[in-house]
């Protein structure tokens, strides 16, 4: 399977917002579930780890003293998904959402990156956060107009399929 990641305010090849489109959209009542959203949440972070410039161009994974860039325990605020830095030299806090992301995502996202600011930055640099999820309620769009320095993206499945060839004698 492969994860396509679309700007949540940008139109997409076809000109419509990604929100718009007609793409068929995970059944809910997987979303729904515990076990189910846990798992895609973790399919789609495993598809970060391969290539994290699928996200946005530039990204690359945090490196730094005694510092993890995946599922990092601040011990304060709770786990920060994914951490890393930007062409810019700044801290990009990666925060994944399985399915649709709501208003509480808002909280999370600030309580992560002031956590970043306060224990790994250095004085002046830069922090800001992604969202990323396969859809959002109107808290965030709205909340993402007063956060300048939090983006949203839109993740969407989609599988390909292909014979399987001929079977090869040993």
């Not at 995946?70 to 930007?86: E, S």
């Not at 995502?105 to 992560?112: A, D, M, R």
């Not at 969202?131 to 390909?160: C, W």
Request: aromatic residues 6%; charged residues 25%.
């Amino acid at each position: 399977a492969g994860v396509e990641l679309l700007d949540a305010d940008d139109p997409g090849a076809d000109g419509t917002l990604a929100d718009e489109s007609n793409a068929e959209r995970p059944d809910a009542a997987s979303l729904d579930s515990s076990s189910g959203a846990l798992s895609l949440e973790r399919d789609l972070e495993c598809c970060l780890l391969s290539c994290i410039s699928q996200l946005e161009p530039g990204l690359r994974f945090y490196s730094g003293e005694n510092a993890q860039y995946q599922q990092l325990d601040t011990g304060v605020v709770g786990r920060l998904d994914l951490l890393a830095t930007d062409d810019c030299g700044r801290l990009v806090v990666i925060e994944l959402k399985a399915g649709t992301a709501d208003d509480r995502v808002c909280g999370q996202i600030l309580w992560y990156t002031g956590w970043a600011k306060v224990a790994i930055a250095t004085p002046g640099r830069e922090i800001r956060g992604i969202i990323v999820a396969h859809d959002f309620t109107d808290g965030p769009r709205y909340a993402v107009e007063a956060m300048r320095q939090v983006r949203l993206k839109r993740y969407s499945i989609s599988f390909r399929f292909e014979d399987p060839g001929p079977i090869v004698s040993v």
